[in-house]
């Protein structure tokens, strides 16, 4: 991983957070240029009630979490979200959620949220690539969304679709995936209550680069499950099809389920780097389900885990 700065990164993104914080309290006041920082407004955070299902680990720092990223919409390093996430427009937006539903429509963001009981949940992300994080997520279950619009009872999978819009996502100028990103999960992962859709983290409204405005987190998978920037939902009979899984099947299921006793076929899926331990830091073991296993192994029952990977 290279910690280069680079002159193109939003200065939120170079900053410690409580500074960039009470820069954004001295803009807000129009207290910049006069350096007083007076009565300037708390910046605005999201209200979210704490939630049982999170981790007590100690969490990434705001600038892990957003300068080292996956969203290939923007570029394929690390860093290059953190650059070029900016050019994406946030608002308007909204989701159609089709398929086999009830109340199937075009749902402005705005109301997508409401009603929806925002929780902060602290969740492990650990990517297929052997690192993981701790992530304040601020969200809701993705249950709650489901039922309010309705889910017949014909429908077995949920299908996820990334908004397509190559004049602000760079990297969808490139043919490498066929875009847009795509994911899904069966009805009854979608379901868990360990499933949600997130708006924000540390308190505040969803980073560019980490998917805004709305993304899925599925904690006990492997992070290319949590598809960001979503535009469309549909409940299907079938099994939709994924990027990753579409790509290179025989590196990425359809299940993705963090297991470190089935291996990448390129490298070991036993242990992982948390991001900000340092380069010397000794890995840590990965855990079955990235370690939800007690809360989601029984969905699995009674499958072969090494071939449904
Ligand atoms: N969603 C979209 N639309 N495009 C992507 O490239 N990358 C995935 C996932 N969601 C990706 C995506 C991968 S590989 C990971 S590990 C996580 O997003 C990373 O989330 P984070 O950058 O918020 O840590």
């Known amino acids: 991983m290279a910690e ?19 820069r954004r309290r ?44 996956n969203f290939y919409e923007f570029g394929t390093g690390k860093e ?24 199937p429509g075009t749902y ?23 690192w993981s994080m701790v992530v304040p997520w601020i969200g809701f279950e993705l249950a709650g969304l489901l039922s309010r619009v ?9 299908a996820f679709q ?16 066929d875009w847009p990103y795509v994911e899904g999960l069966r009805l009854d992962e979608a379901m868990h209550p360990l499933t949600i859709l997130a708006t924000g983290l540390y308190g505040e409204p969803m980073p560019n680069q980490n998917g805004a405005p709305i993304r899925l987190v599925v904690p006990w998978k492997y992070g290319f499950k949590s598809i960001k920037s979503i ?7 079938d099994e939709p099809p994924c990027t990753w899984n579409v790509l290179q099947p025989g590196e990425y299921g359809f299940y993705a389920n963090v297991n470190p006793e089935v291996d990448h076929p390129r490298w070991s899926q036993a242990t992982e780097r948390r991001i900000g331990d340092g380069l010397l830091a000794r890995r840590r073991p990965t855990l079955m389900f ?20």
């Open 80 to 103: 290059d979200p953190a650059a070029n996430a900016h050019r994406l427009t946030t608002d308007p937006w909204a989701v159609v959620i089709d398929g086999l539903v009830d109340r």
């Open 162 to 177: 990334t908004l397509l819009r190559p004049e602000e996502m760079v990297g969808q100028r490139s043919r490498m995936i």
């Open 290 to 309: 990235n370690g939800y296993a007690e809360h989601v192994a029984g969905l699995y029952a009674g499958m072969d885990l090494a071939r449904y990977y």
């Open 4 to 22: 280069r700065f680079r002159p193109d990164l939003r200065w939120s993104d170079v900053t410690p957070r409580d500074a960039w914080l009470s």
């Open 231 to 237: 535009v469309r939902i549909s409940l299907t009979a």
């Open 108 to 130: 402005d963001l705005a109301d997508v949220l409401a009603g929806q009981p925002m929780e902060e949940r602290i969740y492990r992300l650990r990517c297929v690539e052997a």
């Open 150 to 158: 309705g889910v017949q009872p014909s429908a077995k999978y949920v």
């Open 26 to 69: 001295l803009i807000a006041a129009g207290g910049a240029a006069a350096g007083i920082a007076l009565a300037a407004p708390a910046a605005a955070r999201i209200e979210a009630a704490p939630s049982r299902w999170s981790t007590d680990e100690r969490q990434n720092s705001f600038e892990d979490i957003t300068r080292y990223n």
